[in-house]
């Protein structure tokens, strides 16, 4: 079944690598955890197993009887003689002599006698649970094997070089570290396999590749992850700052990303007469909220009125992205009548941007954002604009984007790259279509169009907990919208 799984998935896209190992390295709190799971129950199975062993032994040089020149004159014969030793001292009728001698009824340990190799050296080894048993084993063989090895081998003789000793320690020592640290290496290279195969056979938009032949949208464009945070100092810091095209710090590739999707959306909505466009995405933490700031900057960057509504009410982000918050009222006190939206609006300065943010999350959310009043604001703003772009909640989220999606003339689906099921994706496109149509999709933080990474802009707002996360419901992903 899984191989069937992974032949189809090689057929339908490439290997994409880095998203495997983003997805590993995503999943670090997994392999941390299998680490220790996995070293803390080979710490007690040590603990509790380990049974001390105790070796004694004796050492015999076997020749042949009326031999007087040295043991090594004939060595073939003394090394037959050996073999021959070693099959009667580890035989069974040794072992109950042994144990008549002692005065017990059996022995649990281990008796061998092995030949040295190429000698007619012959070892006697006795292993047992108690030191003395042992030694007093192996005592007993040296002191009774005659009776055994007499009677068929008479003209073979064992002369003790080295005469057994109490053991003071276990033969086995105890490696506890060794052994724990090695199963918890091998713990975290199976918790990393598990991952990186869970990844590969995910079913997400991984290459541009997945893009052209599973999602049933038009490939806007595709912006290039981009790293928020360029200096050391800037990293330890971590300043609030969106990650915006006006900032002269941004990557040329990124900033023309945007910039070509400004010439397709010009294009295509000029040609049919339409000016707001609700930006969305399935779930959260694809970074829609920054592809509906950029895409509003660039075309204010033409364009005298263009206007940015943040009408994700739930989790705004827009006022973080251009750090307008001010604890004035805002969109909801709009929509409630409190204020008119040319006082909740406030500008950008290098564009002449407008935005109408929402700062906090108002009481009966989806009400307001499928009211009459909204419709009522957007047609206002449409009349009043040349553009009007929307961040709408993710869909997978609230309801609220489709509702929004029915107010603009067109939708536009942010999809991060490696996060949100194909078949999720597709759903999302018929709902847009149905509700107010889609212009298409821009595949979002994509570090190559071949080999894809990254863990998107980094800006720390979002949904938290709330619906669908990475691996399923409630995942918090690292970026946030």
Not at 70 to 88: E, G, I, K
Not at 215 to 238: A, C, F, M, N
Not at 381 to 396: Q, R, W
Request: aromatic content about 6%; glycine content about 6%; some cysteine.
């Amino acid at each position: 079944m899984i191989m069937a799984e992974i032949t189809a998935q090689s057929e339908s896209s490439s290997v994409d690598i880095r998203t495997i190992i983003r997805d590993i390295i995503s999943g670090w709190w997994i392999i941390l955890l299998a680490v220790v799971i996995a070293g803390m129950g080979s710490f007690i199975a040590v603990t509790e197993l380990y049974s001390p062993v105790y070796t004694s032994t004796a050492t015999y040089v076997v020749s042949a009887t009326g031999n007087t020149a040295t043991v090594y004159t004939n060595l073939s014969a003394a090394q037959t003689l050996a073999d021959a030793f070693s099959n009667v001292l580890s035989s069974n009728i040794m072992r109950r002599i042994v144990c008549d001698d002692l005065g017990i009824s059996s022995f649990d340990g281990k008796i061998s006698a092995e030949v040295v190799s190429e000698t007619n050296i012959l070892t006697l080894t006795v292993t047992a649970s108690r030191p003395d048993t042992a030694y007093l084993v192996c005592r007993s063989l040296m002191e009774n094997h005659s009776e055994v090895t007499d009677a068929i081998m008479s003209n073979a003789i064992l002369q003790v070089l080295k005469s057994p000793s109490v053991p003071s320690s276990p033969s086995n020592k105890l490696n506890r570290r060794g052994t724990v640290t090695k199963v918890m290496i091998a713990a975290a290279i199976a918790a990393a396999a598990a991952l990186g195969a869970v990844s590969y056979l995910r079913d997400t938009c991984k290459t541009e590749k997945d893009f052209t032949g599973k999602i049933d949208g038009q490939l806007l464009v595709t912006v290039h992850h981009e790293q928020k945070y360029k200096t050391l100092i800037s990293r330890i810091k971590h300043p609030k700052k969106g990650l915006l095209i006006t900032d002269p710090t941004t990557g040329f590739l990124f900033t023309e990303s945007f910039k070509k999707l400004r010439t397709k959306i010009e294009y295509r909505l000029a040609k049919e007469g339409k000016k707001v466009i609700a930006i969305g995405s399935v779930l959260e933490n694809e970074g829609k909220s920054t592809v509906a700031a950029n895409i509003a900057l660039a075309l204010a960057q033409k364009h005298r009125n263009v206007v940015l509504l943040d009408a994700d009410m739930r989790r705004p982000a827009i006022h973080k992205l251009f750090s307008t918050g001010t604890g004035a009222l805002d969109l909801a006190a709009v929509l409630t009548g409190q204020i008119s939206a040319e006082q909740a609006t406030v500008t950008e300065p290098k564009t002449g941007l407008k935005i109408l943010c929402c700062e906090k999350t108002p009481p009966r959310a989806y009400d307001l954002v499928s009211s009459d009043a909204m419709r009522e604001l957007i047609n206002k703003l449409k009349s009043e604009n040349d553009f009007v772009i929307i961040d709408t909640p993710p869909m997978a989220v609230a309801s609220d984007a489709e509702a929004i999606a029915s107010y603009a003339d067109t939708s536009i689906l942010t999809v991060r790259q490696g996060v949100t099921y194909i078949r999720d994706i597709n759903d999302a496109i018929d709902n847009l279509r149905d509700a107010g149509g889609l212009l298409g999709c821009v595949f979002n933080d994509v570090r190559s169009s071949a080999i894809s990474a990254g863990y998107g802009y980094g800006y720390g707002y979002g949904y938290g907990k709330a619906g669908y996360g990475k691996y399923g419901y409630g995942d918090r992903t690292a970026v946030r919208d």
